[in-house]
């Protein structure tokens, strides 16, 4: 995966929306429009091979609406600029975080040590419940 191209790409297909935000700011936010909501369609994201993009798709169903857009909306900062930065780094972030491949998982055998730990646990159990037998005479 290459965040460059990712980055770009966002960049290049997202659809930007703005809205009148709450929150703190006075007057401020009755006027002006600084809630930023953008809307990207996944088959659009360059960079990505396509396992990458059906796990990415998979992991982010939830904020994917019926015609393949992923959308987020931010209005935490109280200018447009700055709502819209976040947002552009956080969608970028939410694809490479989803997109990326788990490693394979290599099989291992336990060691030395924990098999002798193992085998004197059991050992000691088996001692304990013999001792709980009838005492011989």
């Known amino acids: 995966m290459n965040i460059d191209y990712v980055t770009a790409s966002v960049e290049a297909n997202a659809s930007f929306e703005f809205a ?3 929150g703190p700011g006075g007057q401020n936010v009755n006027k002006v429009e600084t809630k930023v909501r953008i809307r990207l369609p996944m088959a659009a994201i360059a960079g990505l091979s396509e396992a990458e993009r ?15 857009n992923l959308f987020v909306a931010v209005d935490e900062e109280r200018s447009q600029g700055a709502n819209r930065r976040t947002a552009l780094l956080r969608i970028v972030e939410l694809i490479v975080k989803a997109g990326r491949l788990p490693k394979k998982r290599l099989a291992t055998k336990p060691g030395k040590a924990a098999r002798e730990r193992r085998l004197s646990s059991k ?3 088996a001692d304990k419940k013999s001792l709980r037998g009838r005492p011989e005479d």
């Open 20 to 22: 009148r935000s709450g």
């Open 54 to 68: 059906a796990r990415a798709i998979g992991q982010l169903v939830k904020r994917i609406d019926a015609d393949g």
């Open 123 to 125: 050992k000691m159990q």
